[in-house]
T-cell receptor
Framework: DGGITQSPKYLFRKEGQNVTLSCEQN?????MYWYRQDPGQGLRLIYY???????QKGDIAEGYSVSREKKESFPLTVTSAQKNPTAFYLC???????????????????FGPGTRLTVL | AQTVTQSQPEMSVQEAETVTLSCTYD???????LFWYKQPPSRQMILVIR??????QNATENRFSVNFQKAAKSFSLKISDSQLGDTAMYFC??????????FGSGTKLNVKP
């Protein structure tokens, strides 16, 4: 079954701790994304990556870090520098223009089920 | 920078009726993609419909259709024969010919029995 998985579904963190959210895809997509969603709000882009070992900051990158060591994986670390990390986090992936259409359209994002992070 | 605006934070519609959700965007690009995503209470994001800017014909997917007005930079979603399962947040999104994607703030749609 092809898709995007995120773990854990719920995550609790104490203030001052770093936590890492997992995102894995087996769709052979080059591009991956992390979004933050606050209650009743839209999606805000944290980071995105179009190729292994490269990534770009989104609108709200401060207090977050990412890595892209493998094509399939794009973990997000919420650091202690993030002042208000309680939120719902969504990971997504997409093909890039010019890639084959076997696992979807190049212009469409596919989303994981999300991780709900709560700071205690 | 690209911006996407959804001016209706919340809307209600009676079951079986038709409702239209509004979206406007700002870009200097000529070619791009537009999307409507649905987020039900489960919070899983689901693609509803997509439109390629170079196509003049409005996209249609079963009960969902769009009114794409390129000159006005408007991309509204029409839901016909509304069903209870259509209750969700709806997000309009924009992408140039390459990432990233830009999302609007969403419209919460309540379908009433």
């Amino acid at each position: 079954d092809g898709g995007i998985t995120q773990s854990p579904k719920y995550l609790f963190r104490k203030e001052g701790q770093n936590v890492t959210l997992s995102c894995e895809q087996n769709l052979n997509h080059d591009a991956m994304y992390w979004y933050r969603q606050d209650p009743g709000q839209g999606l805000r882009l944290i980071y995105y990556s179009q190729i292994v070992n490269d990534f770009q900051k989104g609108d709200i990158a401060e207090g977050y870090s990412v890595s892209r060591e493998k094509k399939e994986s794009f973990p997000l670390t919420v650091t202690s520098a993030q002042k208000n990390p309680t939120a719902f986090y969504l990971c997504a992936s997409s093909l890039l223009p010019g890639q084959g259409a076997a696992s979807g359209r190049a212009d469409t994002q596919y989303f994981g089920p999300g991780t709900r992070l709560t700071v205690l | 920078a690209q911006t996407v605006t959804q001016s209706q934070p919340e809307m209600s519609v009676q079951e079986a009726e038709t409702v239209t959700l509004s979206c406007t965007y700002d870009t200097s690009e000529n070619n791009y993609y537009l999307f409507w995503y649905k987020q039900p209470p489960s919070r899983q994001m689901i693609l509803v419909i997509r439109q390629e800017a170079y196509k003049q014909q409005n996209a249609t997917e079963n009960r969902f259709s769009v009114n794409f007005q390129k000159a006005a930079k408007s991309f509204s979603l029409k839901i016909s024969d509304s069903q209870l399962g259509d209750t969700a947040m709806y997000f309009c999104a924009f992408m140039k010919l390459h990432p990233p994607f830009y999302f609007g703030s969403g419209t919460k749609l309540n379908v009433k029995p």
